[in-house]
T-cell receptor, first 113, second 117 residues
Framework: DQQVKQNSPSLSVQEGRISILNCDYT??????FLWYKKYPAEGPTFLIS?????DKNEDGRFTVFLNKSAKHLSLHIVPSQPGDSAVYFC????????????FGKGTRLHILP | GAVVSQHPSWVICKSGTSVKIECRSL??????MFWYRQFPKQSLMLMAT?????????EQGVEKDKFLINHASLTLSTLTVTSAHPEDSSFYIC?????????????FGDGTRLSIL
């Protein structure tokens, strides 16, 4: 049973435009959500996170939106740059319990010139 | 700060041998470390939670006798893949919980690519 779902395996976006990556979750115990960027044969790199008490968090070109009622979050990257091409993982955690992070399957983002 | 180092980064060995992977927190003490496994084009799957000074907690479906985890100090956890076979070939990643990093609960190593011939 997949608790964190990223239904789009890949996404292509023109350079300079907005990239929107989506994520859904099923476990209502999750109260902390994260986005990671990953290249092959490397560990994931933390991008941005959001607590369930917020609905938006922004850091530079990255903004994460959380819709708790829909159990949905999204990562917006604007403007998209060539260096943003990578696999993006959505992840969730129930902090204060065991702090395990559950990852989605990832979305491969291609930024087109 | 909060750097996690994994060693080796890549290992190739024959079927039937045991392989040890080290995970170190370089500039902080980690009471809890985590081990993940990633197959090609798949998600990072949590294998186990490693707590310093106590037995690891394994996720459902992970064989604890196959994947031995030792967390003997606050800066080192090891994963030993015993009697490795080709199906154990994968990318193994560790992470550690660092103090005072509220926005980022775990810091990840760069992973170890294990290839069993």
């Amino acid at each position: 049973d997949q608790q964190v779902k990223q239904n789009s395996p890949s996404l292509s976006v023109q350079e300079g435009r907005i990239s929107i990556l989506n994520c859904d979750y099923t476990n209502s115990m999750f109260d902390y959500f994260l986005w990671y960027k990953k290249y092959p044969a490397e560990g994931p790199t933390f991008l941005i996170s959001i607590s369930s008490i917020k609905d938006k968090n922004e850091d530079g070109r990255f903004t994460v939106f959380l819709n708790k009622s829909a159990k949905h979050l999204s990562l917006h990257i604007v403007p998209s740059q060539p260096g943003d091409s990578a696999v993006y993982f959505c992840a969730a955690s129930a902090r204060g319990r065991d702090d395990k992070i559950i990852f989605g399957k990832g979305t491969r983002l291609h930024i087109l010139p | 700060g909060a750097v996690v180092s994994q060693h080796p980064s890549w290992v190739i060995c024959k079927s039937g041998t045991s392989v040890k992977i080290e995970c170190r927190s370089l500039d902080f003490q980690a009471t809890t470390m985590f081990w993940y496994r990633q197959f090609p084009k798949q998600s990072l799957m949590l294998m186990a939670t490693s707590n310093e000074g106590s037995k690891a907690t394994y996720e459902q479906g992970v064989e604890k006798d196959k994947f031995l985890i030792n967390h003997a100090s606050l800066t080192l956890s090891t994963l030993t893949v015993t009697s490795a076979h080709p199906e154990d070939s994968s990318f193994y990643i560790c992470s550690a919980t660092a103090p005072n990093t509220d926005n980022q609960p775990q810091h990840f190593g760069d992973g170890t690519r294990l290839s069993i011939l």
